[in-house]
Structure formats: C-alpha cells, structure tokens
Nanobody, 128 residues
C-alpha cells in the first residue's frame, strides 16, 4: 500500500526558504506522477491548488505560475523521497502543503482529482 509522509513545514519570514520532504513507501513502479498541493487557511479540501508536479519515470516537472522560478520539485530515488524547495517565499505561500501521488500513469497530471494518494499535510507559515 502506497503511503506518503510529509515533513519540513514550519515558520519562515517573507523572502526566506524552506524545504519540504515527502517520503514514499509501498511504491513498486516508477510510472508515477507526484505533486505538491496546498490549501490556504480557511479554504476547503476541494480548493487545494497545485504547486509543483514531477513524473517519477522521466523526471519531467511543471509548476504553477505563482511559484515558477521560486520553487523547485525534485526526487531522490535512493531515499524514496520527493522534495519541494521553496525560495523567496511570500505571505501568499502560507498554507498546508500536501504531497500526492497517482500510480500507473505515463505523463504529468495536474488536476488534483487525478491523484488518489495523499499525505497528511505539513503546515507552512510565512510571517514577519
């Protein structure tokens, strides 16, 4: 059974950096698309927005416009971990961040409705 466990959340000042980690267990294929989504305070689960996406089998990535050139998604296959490096953070990055996965696909998927495995989330607070 695929399980995702996020860590690395915390508090940071505007302009600062954080790195989130998502450790994956139970994955037996690299035909997997993984992503980071975030849920802003007061928003419902259905309103989670995609932040970054990576296709594990080929390494292709994509980003939401609001984080392009600031965030970097990467994978370490030896550690079964996907990272989200967040730089030059802004107050609007304040949210709970969720790692998600969908297995058995062959390309990047960007819709949250496509993802059927989710972590428990990690809180990121951007405040001065």
């Amino acid at each position: 059974q695929v399980q995702l466990v996020e860590s690395g959340g915390g508090s940071v000042q505007p302009g600062g950096s954080l790195r989130l980690s998502c450790v994956v267990s139970g994955m037996t294929t690299d035909s997997v698309c993984m992503a980071w989504f975030r849920q802003a305070p007061g928003k419902k689960r259905e309103e989670r927005g995609g932040v970054a996406y990576i296709y594990i089998g080929g390494g292709s990535t994509d980003y939401a416009d609001c984080v392009k050139d600031r965030f970097l998604i990467s994978q370490d296959n030896a550690k079964n971990t996907v990272y989200l490096q967040m730089n030059r953070m802004k107050r609007e990055d304040n949210a709970a961040y969720y790692c998600a996965a969908v297995v058995g696909v062959r390309w990047l998927l960007r819709s949250k409705w496509e993802y059927d495995r989710w972590g428990q989330g990690t809180q990121v607070t951007v405040s001065s």
